[in-house]
């Protein structure tokens, strides 16, 4: 158990709904909706993420936009799930900007990402622990330390297990697909009692039998994840395992152009229009446009409810 935060009896997701636009590059509310009824209702998501994970493209936004998408997330869930808010931002200032208006109005956790120096160079592990006693100091919400080496930065096994023992970080969200990585995490981080631990949807099934406390992942891949972690809590191995095999294409096939690409494209498809991915970067092709289709036609994947 994780000193300050409530126990988690079971695994869980943590989902954020994919941003859709309209076509002068605003947020389309109206889709926006769908996609978090398909998060809450067809997923059955634990916690709903507002703009806190790249595949949002939440980073395209100026800030009055990215507060607004916050705001109506927390609308559009209405009471629903609980609300993991993102606040990163290279100035811890701006990102405690965000952490005020999450704890206003209500938010579970605020998502971190580790962050990189924009000065230059690799930041510290002081560095990085600085960053988050800064925001820590302006909220009293429970921090989640989000990796993702690229547009975050690259924090070695030790750094990581240095700043989840920090007094406000009580969740770890790992995006690395290294399981001889995660699997140390775990055992120095959710097993040591600093902090509960989540992991990809790739490695999801391995790393609930190592006692990860979860997943966190865009729809309609939540969709599946649900479902794993219901057999895998049912002590069905053998359907976990076949569900889980599922992931093992979806969306490796197609992550050559972009998770948030591949995503939009099969919730599309799943009858919850999202939209193309923010330019200058195209939607899928009509070729793979019907790969995929072909392929969610024999998943598990279902229509959402509302395109029944």
Same mark, same amino acid.
């Given at each position: 158990?994780?000193?300050?935060?409530?126990?988690?009896?079971?695994?869980?997701?943590?989902?954020?709904?994919?941003?859709?636009?309209?076509?002068?590059?605003?947020?389309?509310?109206?889709?926006?909706?769908?996609?978090?009824?398909?998060?809450?209702?067809?997923?059955?998501?634990?916690?709903?993420?507002?703009?806190?994970? +790249?595949?949002? +493209? &939440?980073?395209?936004?100026?800030?009055?936009?990215?507060?607004?998408?916050? %705001?109506?997330?927390?609308?559009?869930?209405?009471?629903?799930?609980?609300?993991?808010?993102?606040?990163?931002?290279?100035?811890?200032?701006?990102?405690?900007?965000?952490?005020?208006?999450?704890?206003? =109005?209500?938010?579970?956790?605020?998502?971190?990402?580790?962050?990189?120096?924009?000065?230059?160079?690799?930041?510290?592990? %002081?560095?990085?622990?600085?960053?988050?006693?800064?925001?820590?100091?302006?909220?009293?919400?429970?921090?989640?330390?989000?990796?993702?080496?690229?547009?975050?930065?690259?924090?070695?096994?030790?750094?990581?297990?240095?700043?989840?023992?920090?007094?406000?970080?009580?969740?770890?969200?790992?995006?690395?697909?290294?399981?001889?990585?995660?699997?140390? =995490?775990?055992?120095?981080? +959710?097993?040591?009692?600093?902090?509960? &631990?989540?992991?990809?949807?790739?490695? =999801?099934?391995?790393?609930?039998?190592?006692?990860?406390?979860?997943?966190?992942?865009?729809?309609?891949?939540?969709?599946?994840?649900?479902?794993?972690?219901?057999?895998?809590?049912?002590?069905? &191995?053998? +359907?976990?395992?076949?569900?889980? =095999?599922?992931?093992?294409?979806?969306?490796?096939?197609?992550?050559?152009?972009?998770?948030?690409?591949?995503?939009? %494209?099969?919730?599309?498809?799943?009858?919850?229009?999202?939209?193309?991915?923010?330019?200058?970067?195209?939607?899928?092709?009509?070729?793979?446009?019907?790969?995929?289709?072909?392929?969610? %036609?024999?998943?598990?994947?279902?229509?959402?409810?509302?395109?029944?």
């Amino acid at each position: 158990m994780v000193a300050g935060v409530p126990p988690i009896d079971r695994p869980v997701t943590i989902v954020p709904p994919l941003t859709p636009f309209t076509d002068d590059l605003k947020v389309n509310f109206d889709q926006l909706r769908g996609v978090i009824d398909y998060v809450v209702d067809d997923s059955n998501a634990t916690m709903v993420v507002a703009a806190g994970v +790249e595949a949002q +493209e &939440y980073q395209y936004l100026d800030m009055s936009a990215r507060m607004e998408l916050v %705001a109506k997330t927390f609308e559009f869930v209405d009471g629903r799930a609980p609300i993991v808010v993102g606040v990163t931002h290279p100035s811890f200032r701006e990102a405690i900007k965000i952490a005020n208006l999450a704890e206003k =109005l209500g938010a579970t956790c605020l998502q971190v990402l580790a962050p990189l120096r924009p000065i230059g160079g690799p930041a510290s592990t %002081a560095d990085v622990v600085r960053y988050f006693e800064l925001i820590a100091r302006e909220t009293s919400l429970p921090l989640m330390l989000y990796l993702n080496p690229g547009p975050g930065g690259d924090l070695s096994p030790a750094a990581t297990v240095e700043v989840s023992r920090l007094d406000r970080v009580k969740y770890v969200k790992e995006s690395s697909r290294d399981l001889s990585r995660v699997s140390r =995490l775990i055992v120095e981080i +959710e097993h040591a009692g600093h902090a509960h &631990y989540f992991t990809t949807m790739q490695m =999801l099934l391995a790393t609930l039998m190592l006692g990860c406390k979860g997943v966190t992942l865009p729809p309609p891949a939540s969709f599946i994840a649900n479902k794993i972690i219901s057999a895998f809590v049912a002590g069905d &191995y053998k +359907e976990a395992a076949r569900l889980q =095999l599922q992931f093992a294409l979806f969306p490796a096939r197609w992550m050559d152009a972009g998770l948030a690409t591949v995503m939009k %494209a099969a919730m599309t498809k799943l009858g919850v229009p999202c939209g193309a991915p923010f330019p200058p970067y195209p939607p899928l092709s009509d070729d793979r446009l019907a790969q995929v289709e072909a392929f969610l %036609a024999i998943s598990d994947f279902k229509p959402a409810k509302s395109a029944i």
